[in-house]
């Protein structure tokens, strides 16, 4: 579904992610795994077209995409929840899940979609109404991953979405992307929680200042403690 050929990103001069490969299969779960300032977010977003200086192919369900604008590649079924989730101030738990559909093209499936984010998303059902950035840290990721699930996108991409949230949430979490996969949707998460990652993960890639310097299943990383302790250890 995702194919990434000498993928290299820059925030000014700073060559931040440097020529890497990789791919991500149809019904995967594919995590990026690495130190903090390895390339990962920055991947991410060079995938999603919100970097304005990348070079590089990547194709997504065989179409070349590089050349296309962040929203044009969330048309064709590729959706991304940052780190920061941008929970938009002022709007209601269901404003902001409105706003996953508000340039698509099913704008008429609007109560249908928050009908299924309800069942999906209980914690979500019952606040509805809340102002979105009044829910705690845990909610918000919810509402953002939930916010990205509206358009029934074919891949999401993930940064960091267990980060700063309590443990039995983050069970919760693993839990929802588990039952993504079952469900067709792909995902590519970059998480620091790097076993309950591996868990559910069919593959890993694993970055070191920008580029890819181990790869394996899942299962087999999970196993390997010296690879973890050598490129993963905060």
């Not at 990652?197 to 394996?216: M, T």
Request: hydrophobic letters at 40%; aromatic letters at 4%; one cysteine or more.
């Amino acid at each position: 579904m995702l194919q990434v050929q000498g993928l290299s990103a820059w925030y000014d001069r700073s060559h931040v992610v440097q020529g890497i490969d990789f791919e991500v299969k149809a019904g995967e779960i594919v995590t990026l795994m690495g130190r903090n300032g390895a390339g990962k977010t920055s991947t991410l977003r060079a995938i999603m077209g919100l970097l304005g200086k990348r070079a590089g192919s990547v194709r997504f369900d065989g179409q070349e995409i590089q050349a296309q604008p962040a929203h044009t590649r969330f048309h064709l079924g590729l959706a991304y929840v940052p780190e920061e989730r941008r929970i938009v101030p002022g709007l209601t738990v269901r404003e902001n899940l409105r706003l996953g559909l508000i340039a698509g093209p099913d704008r008429h499936l609007e109560r249908e979609r928050i009908d299924e984010i309800a069942q999906t998303f209980p914690r979500l059902a019952e606040r509805m109404t809340q102002e979105g950035t009044s829910l705690s840290g845990g909610e918000q990721q919810m509402l953002a991953i939930a916010r990205a699930m509206m358009a029934k996108p074919r891949m999401i991409l993930l940064d960091e979405p267990s980060e700063g949230i309590m443990p039995l949430l983050v069970h919760e979490m693993f839990e929802l992307f588990a039952r993504m996969k079952r469900q067709g949707t792909t995902l590519l998460l970059v998480e620091q929680n790097v076993e309950r990652a591996l868990q559910i993960s069919d593959r890993a890639y694993i970055l070191d200042q920008g580029v890819v310097v181990h790869q394996g299943h899942a299962a087999e990383l999970l196993a390997d403690r010296e690879i973890q302790e050598r490129y993963c250890a905060v």
